[in-house]
């Protein structure tokens, strides 16, 4: 069988055969001659650690089809791959897959990939320190000698004329937890002048109420106040006003976007001060690339667009021309001017791709020839802007936008949606938490029929509890008892949210949805377990909570020291306390029944 990897390529040099592992980087192109001198350079930072870069340079600007870096590894304890791609799975790809295995740019995804073992540990993890255009990275198994190949392609999509690109691979063959190897990654990223996060408020680290799920655009100030008036007084200190606000109709689709005009809330300034007045922030969504065909917008920008979408009823505009961009920039500086905004969300702009007929030139008007970097520019404008004007401002996106050039211009990242999908939030979450550093990681909006049962219904609040909260039901019209568990597991999360979010965060079995979850600081440890696992308990902490997030009562904890007496409360989902003893362990297993959705809390004494 031919060689899937190279097939096709014709070969060009080879990177650190004797400074890399398996014989290091190979690289191939498509374009014969090569016009570009190609240097490299080969770092070691640590033992198992290094750092990769390759230049191309050319006196002129020049093009080029499609470059390609392969390595190898060996498929030796090799369970799964981790991508940021939230719809992914965790499989071993086969090599005539990874050509495009993730794709990554400005908007959409981040340019890493982890491989995993049976343990949970790193067998390779790489990142690419370009993050604004368009890469391909994959990583696959060839059948035919049991390794998997690696690969990162530059230029697959058309790019414009150049005449200098530059690149650094972050290589890891470290045998750590694979967490360790992401939370390297994102670090890496965040020292770099080009990604450094934005600055975090205290605010976008405590739970929202969204009136997506709850309202969709069915929404009115009368209706939203009442839901800030329960919301605040449960400990939901910001509302996002999503879909609705701008425009009368009710369609769900995008034709009368774009104007921002708040057509449903007329006195929007009024609306926020009474907000404010609960003691609540707000923030208003925004679909920033989509000017709807009955828009003002859409005719004074005509012949500035990069597609029109038959699906959106709406244009995507191309933010190559400045005076898209500061139309943009202008309209949120505005609102946060004239309403008193506390935040935005800023929604769609994974749609700022290259079209089949983008034209990839500064022709006509515009300053820039690739999308990447214009999107950078326009996403970055706007949190100088708006930070120039609040520097507490809360700017929220969500997967796909979540890669280190969004960490610079947001501060909160949100998992895509999912309703009423407990699992699925719990994997999303956790995927982010994984990546994104002190950026503070929200749940998808949670929500349930509120016939369900309110052991199942905490089910949903219980799988996010590693992320910030934003609930979208009716607080209103749900029963007391919902009520009374959202009121318990709210008041919980706000009492631990320091040991929550910014402890140390181990996330087993990211094959199976991460069934065991564990936040670790000094004094603290949290567990979720959400199937019939052991929880291992070392006795390094004074308090444990352990939460039961699955269906069985039967909670299995095996001690690893002998003879440890803790205080053991145990709880129901609506917080009343139904067990409470001192208990000392023997070292081996014990078994402990909780509730559904309930807890444990063990005290060391």
């Known amino acids: 069988m031919a060689n899937l990897t190279t097939k096709g390529w014709d070969f060009l040099q080879d990177i650190g055969k004797d400074q890399l592992p398996y014989n290091g980087i190979s690289i191939y192109t498509k374009t014969t001659p090569f016009v570009f001198e190609l240097s490299n350079q080969v770092q070691k930072l640590e033992k198992g650690l290094f750092k990769v870069t390759i230049k191309l340079q050319a006196s002129t600007l020049k093009n080029t089809k499609p470059v390609k870096l392969v390595w190898k590894i060996p498929a030796i304890n090799l369970k799964g791959t981790w991508l940021s791609n939230y719809e992914s799975d965790r499989r071993i790809y086969a090599e005539f897959d990874a050509e495009r ?182 923030m208003l969504w925004y679909s920033v690339p989509f000017f709807g065909k009955h828009s003002t917008a859409f005719q004074q920008f005509k012949g500035k667009f990069l597609h029109f979408s038959e699906e959106f009823q709406a244009a995507i505009l191309d933010p190559r021309y400045p005076e898209i961009r500061d139309y943009l920039v202008n309209t949120y500086a505005q609102a946060l001017k004239n309403w008193d905004l506390d935040g935005f969300k800023l929604d769609f702009i994974d749609h700022f791709i290259p079209y089949k007929d983008t034209v990839l030139t500064t022709e006509n008007g515009r300053d820039y020839a690739a999308i990447g970097p214009a999107v950078d520019r326009l996403m970055t404008d706007v949190m100088k802007a708006l930070t120039a004007i609040k520097p507490d401002i809360l700017i929220e996106y969500r997967q796909h936008y979540i890669g280190p050039v969004l960490r610079k211009c947001g501060n909160m990242f949100r998992a895509h949606d999912c309703p009423n999908d407990a699992v699925t939030n719990r994997r999303r979450v956790i995927d982010l938490r994984l990546l994104s550093g002190n950026t503070a990681v929200h749940s998808d909006m949670f929500m349930w029929n509120y016939e369900e049962s309110v052991e199942l219904a905490a089910l949903q609040f219980l799988n996010i509890l590693f992320s910030v909260p934003q609930i979208s039901v009716r607080l209103n019209e749900i029963s007391a008892t919902h009520q009374q568990m959202v009121n318990f597991y709210t008041e919980y999360w706000i009492k631990n949210r320091d040991t929550l979010l910014d402890s140390y965060l181990t996330a087993n079995g990211p094959s199976e949805n991460y069934p065991l979850i564990k936040a670790s600081s000094k004094e603290k440890q949290i567990i979720t377990v959400h199937a019939n696992l052991i929880i291992e308990i070392s006795g390094e902490h004074n308090m444990i909570d352990i939460i039961n997030a699955k269906t069985s009562e039967d909670i299995i904890l095996q001690h690893i020291h002998d003879h440890i007496t803790y205080d053991a409360k145990i709880f129901d989902c609506l917080g009343n306390l139904i067990g409470n003893a001192t208990n000392t362990f023997k070292k081996g297993m014990a078994s402990i029944k909780v509730p559904i959705s309930g807890m444990i809390t063990l005290s060391a004494i």
């Not at 890493?112 to 198994?141: K, M, P, Q, R, Y």
């Not at 045998?175 to 770099?192: C, F, G």
């Not at 009368?256 to 006195?267: C, I, K, N, S, V």
């Open 101 to 282: 295995m993730l794709v990554s740019r400005t908007a959409y995804e981040a340019p890493v990939i982890s491989l995993f073992g049976h343990n949970d540990e790193n067998l390779h993890t790489f990142a690419c320190s370009d993050a604004i255009h368009t890469l391909s990275l994959g990583a696959g198994l060839r059948e035919e000698d049991g390794w998997i190949y690696c690969n990162v392609i530059l230029f697959k999509d058309p790019v414009p004329d150049f005449n200098i690109y530059e690149l650094s691979i972050l290589l890891d063959y470290r045998k750590q937890r694979y967490e360790n190897s992401l939370r390297k990654v994102s670090s890496w990223w965040a020292s770099m002048t080009e990604y450094t996060p934005m600055f975090v408020p205290d605010i976008a680290k405590l739970p929202m109420y969204s009136t997506w799920y709850s309202y969709h655009q069915d929404i009115t100030t009368k209706s939203l106040l009442e839901e800030c008036r329960t919301a605040s007084l449960l400990g939901y200190k910001t509302i996002i006003v999503d879909d609705g606000w701008q425009t009368n109709d009710s369609n769900r689709g995008y034709a009368f976007t774009g104007d921002w005009l708040p057509e449903r809330f007329p006195d929007m300034s009024n609306f926020v001060k009474e907000v404010h007045d609960l003691n609540m922030k707000i």
